[in-house]
């Protein structure tokens, strides 16, 4: 499958690596950056295309893979399912305004095209698309960070809580780092509450999730190492991302 990739930092990084590395069955064909310097460097590692516009990205992806910025979601999604191209979205906190999303979904639809969702940066994610068809009773997420992670500088030990609210103003507070209670929402089709917190004692983000509903009782905690490129993205995104383009064409598919 060909492949194009919309926004060349850290996230692309990591999947032209793991092409490199021979850990992706996909190709990686095009590639597409407001800063095409971010672009060409990108594209001359797999000796892909560099896209100066969306439309030259369009024509040489099978699939395109936003891994740029909710801008980009708003700007260019619809775009791109209106040419009837699949679409795996990263920038997940983009589709929390419901207005879009189901602009984006019908649109979708119209063209035959389908837009997906990747696990992301936190865990057990099949685990709650299962416990919908019950009853969802509550969904919360902890979020932690080392300061920088959150554009903080903390002096001593004492952490800081950054936002205490439901996921559909965190994405929009912190449109960079809570792509995960997007995700978490979206799944359970609940509106998560979500808490930020600055922490100076950890190292790596991360993200524990408490549900509970007519199924039992979920609890999980994703303790994520950072990108070497961005310290608000997980690698596990990035891993995310390759698996689920993996997924697409494995004939046994593990999970649902
Ligand atoms: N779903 C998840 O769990 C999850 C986890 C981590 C990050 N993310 C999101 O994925 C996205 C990418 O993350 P990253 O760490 O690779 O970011 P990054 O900042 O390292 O790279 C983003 C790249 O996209 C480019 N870009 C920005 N807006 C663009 C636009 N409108 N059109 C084209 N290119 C554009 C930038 O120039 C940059 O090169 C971010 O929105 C981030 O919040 C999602």
């Given at each position: 499958?060909?492949?194009?990739?919309?926004?060349?930092?850290?996230?692309?990084?990591?999947?032209?690596?793991?092409?490199?590395?021979?850990?992706?069955?996909?190709?990686?064909?095009?590639?597409?950056?407001?800063?095409?310097?971010?672009?060409?460097?990108?594209?001359?590692?797999?000796?892909?295309?560099?896209?100066?516009?969306?439309?030259?990205?369009?024509?040489?992806?099978?699939?395109?893979?936003e891994c740029a910025s909710q801008g980009a979601v708003r700007g260019s999604i619809p775009?791109?399912?209106?040419?009837?191209?699949?679409?795996?979205?990263?920038?997940?906190?983009?589709?929390?305004?419901?207005?879009?999303?189901?602009?984006?979904?019908?649109?979708?639809?119209?063209?035959?095209?389908?837009?997906?969702?990747?696990?992301?940066?936190?865990?057990?994610?099949?685990?709650?698309?299962?416990?919908?068809?019950g009853e969802i009773e509550s969904v919360s997420l902890i979020t932690r960070k080392p300061?920088?992670?959150?554009?903080?500088?903390?002096?001593?030990?004492?952490?800081?809580?950054?936002?205490?609210?439901?996921?559909?103003?965190?994405?929009?507070?912190?449109?960079?780092?809570?792509?995960?209670?997007?995700?978490?929402?979206?799944?359970?089709?609940?509106?998560?509450?979500?808490?930020?917190?600055?922490?100076?004692?950890?190292?790596?983000?991360?993200?524990?999730?408490?549900?509970?509903?007519?199924?039992?009782?979920?609890?999980?905690?994703?303790?994520?190492?950072?990108?070497?490129?961005n310290p608000k993205t997980s690698m596990l995104a990035a891993f995310s991302a390759a698996?689920?383009?993996?997924?697409?064409?494995?004939?046994?598919?593990?999970?649902?």
């Amino acid at each position: 499958m060909k492949v194009g990739i919309m926004g060349c930092g850290s996230i692309a990084n990591t999947l032209v690596r793991f092409k490199l590395e021979d850990k992706l069955n996909v190709d990686l064909t095009c590639f597409y950056d407001l800063n095409i310097d971010n672009a060409t460097k990108l594209a001359k590692k797999v000796n892909a295309q560099v896209a100066n516009s969306i439309e030259e990205l369009i024509k040489n992806s099978e699939l395109i893979l936003e891994c740029a910025s909710q801008g980009a979601v708003r700007g260019s999604i619809p775009q791109i399912l209106k040419s009837g191209t699949n679409v795996i979205i990263m920038s997940v906190g983009a589709l929390l305004d419901t207005d879009f999303k189901a602009n984006i979904e019908s649109i979708a639809k119209e063209n035959n095209s389908t837009i997906y969702l990747p696990t992301g940066a936190i865990t057990g994610i099949d685990t709650v698309k299962a416990a919908r068809l019950g009853e969802i009773e509550s969904v919360s997420l902890i979020t932690r960070k080392p300061p920088i992670s959150l554009g903080q500088e903390i002096e001593g030990d004492t952490e800081k809580v950054l936002f205490e609210g439901k996921a559909s103003e965190a994405v929009k507070e912190f449109p960079k780092n809570i792509n995960v209670s997007s995700t978490l929402s979206l799944a359970s089709g609940i509106d998560a509450d979500v808490k930020i917190i600055a922490d100076p004692k950890i190292e790596n983000n991360t993200h524990e999730v408490h549900i509970k509903g007519t199924f039992g009782e979920l609890v999980t905690i994703t303790s994520n190492v950072s990108s070497p490129d961005n310290p608000k993205t997980s690698m596990l995104a990035a891993f995310s991302a390759a698996s689920l383009l993996n997924k697409l064409s494995e004939t046994i598919q593990v999970g649902s």
